[in-house]
T-cell receptor
């Protein structure tokens, strides 16, 4: 069964303190791994898609990496505005856009000034 | 970028009534739309997948007669919660995919059933 596990469940950092969020996955034929940011009371905001092991993508203070079993979201010198829940999701095989994606439970990140 | 809207953003209804939530893709044609619900401090749970012009595919445990989904056009899908009860109170989020297969999410609709 396809599964996505995120850790830690919650993470509190001091402003400027770099860290990483983990996303472990089990899927029969990964089509894509996604990272989203979700603020309270809002829908998820797309950050990255990774397709194959070894791939890396960056956006401002965030960098996502992918291996065959897990993905990391590295956050460098975070600021208070980076506080949010970060969701990881995977999409299994399928030729159409109808392939559903499975979400992890998320990591609640809090950055203290 | 691709934009998905939802209406209303929040709604309060009485137990036993029905509520309709709209999901629109504003600047692209969505071949597939997905409906999720999210409880506080929990992740998104997929309820159903809908393709334009065909019946929705519901996830196991989701009552299709209670959560009616209509995908009438390539830019609009609706979710109707019929005979709502307090346990249906939740945050409902839709997403849409176009030709690039990326899922773009709407801002969500908070439903409170009293």
């Amino acid at each position: 069964e396809d599964q996505v596990t995120q850790s830690p469940e919650a993470l509190r950092l001091q402003e400027g303190e770099s860290s990483s969020l983990n996303c472990s996955y089990t899927v029969s034929g990964l089509r894509g791994l996604f990272w989203y940011r979700q603020d309270p009371g809002k829908g998820p905001e797309f950050l990255f898609t990774l397709y194959s092991a070894g791939e890396e993508k960056e956006k401002e203070r965030l960098k996502a990496t992918l291996t065959k079993k897990e993905s990391f979201l590295h956050i460098t010198a975070p600021k208070p505005e980076d506080s949010a829940t970060y969701l990881c999701a995977v999409q299994g095989p399928g030729r159409s856009s109808a392939s559903k994606i499975i979400f992890g439970s998320g990591t609640r990140l809090s950055i203290r000034p | 970028g691709a934009v998905v809207s939802q209406h209303p953003s929040w709604v309060i209804c009485k137990s036993g009534t029905s509520v309709k939530i709209e999901c629109r893709s504003l600047d692209f044609q969505a071949t597939t739309m997905f409906w999720y619900r999210q409880f506080p401090k929990q992740s998104l749970m997929l309820m159903a997948t809908s393709n334009e012009g065909s019946k929705a595919t519901y996830e196991q445990g989701v009552e299709k007669d209670k959560f009616l989904i209509n995908h009438a056009s390539l830019t609009l899908s609706t979710l109707t919660v019929t005979s709502a009860h307090p346990e249906d109170s939740s945050f409902y989020i839709c997403s849409a995919t176009g030709t690039d297969y990326e899922q773009y999410f709407g801002p969500g609709t908070r439903l409170t059933v009293t």
